[in-house]
């Protein structure tokens, strides 16, 4: 039994439309993510400053030790909590999470500064065997 199959050439259109994208930047304004650290609690704090001034008002308010920064903005302080979040990390209403290896791990995977001192990344290494 032999199946008369036609085959139709054709080319598919793509129907263009506009996009609005809201660039204003009043919800998530440029400014510096941090990391915290505090001995006395062996507590990490992340979040978000406006500047380098405020930045270190909040050092020198509290007794906490700056482990890395950079250049980001609101939303990514908000993207990480709710990534930690769905990872089971918990944290306190102040954004205090109890420093481990594993909360290190995947702040640096995540690409949040943590700097050098308290966590230190692997290098995996391959060798490359001729027999």
Same mark, same amino acid.
Not at 22 to 38: A, C, H, M, R, V
Not at 41 to 59: C, D, I, M, Q
Not at 106 to 117: E, N, Y
């Given at each position: 039994?032999?199946?008369?199959?036609?085959?139709?050439?054709?080319?598919?259109?793509?129907?263009?439309?506009? #996009?609005?994208?809201?660039?204003?930047? &009043?919800?998530?304004? *440029? %400014?510096?993510?941090?990391?915290?650290?505090?001995? =006395?609690?062996?507590?990490?704090?992340?979040? #978000? @400053?406006?500047?380098?001034?405020?930045? *270190? =008002?909040?050092?020198?308010?509290? @007794?906490?030790? /700056? /482990? &890395? =920064?950079?250049? %980001?903005?609101?939303?990514?302080? #908000?993207?990480?909590?709710?990534?930690?979040?769905?990872?089971?990390?918990?944290?306190? &209403?102040? /954004?205090?999470?109890?420093?481990?290896?594993?909360?290190?791990?995947?702040?640096?995977?995540? %690409?949040?500064?943590?700097?050098?001192?308290?966590?230190?990344?692997? =290098?995996?290494?391959? *060798?490359?065997?001729? @027999?």
């Amino acid at each position: 039994m032999m199946n008369n199959r036609k085959i139709i050439k054709g080319y598919k259109t793509l129907i263009s439309s506009s #996009f609005n994208v809201n660039t204003s930047t &009043d919800k998530f304004n *440029e %400014g510096i993510i941090f990391t915290l650290y505090s001995d =006395k609690f062996n507590s990490l704090k992340v979040g #978000f @400053a406006e500047n380098e001034r405020v930045l *270190e =008002k909040k050092l020198s308010s509290e @007794a906490l030790i /700056l /482990l &890395d =920064k950079k250049k %980001g903005n609101k939303k990514e302080l #908000f993207l990480l909590i709710t990534i930690l979040k769905e990872l089971g990390i918990k944290y306190s &209403d102040n /954004l205090y999470f109890k420093y481990s290896i594993s909360l290190m791990r995947h702040l640096s995977i995540l %690409g949040w500064p943590v700097g050098k001192s308290l966590y230190k990344q692997r =290098k995996i290494r391959k *060798e490359l065997l001729c @027999a």
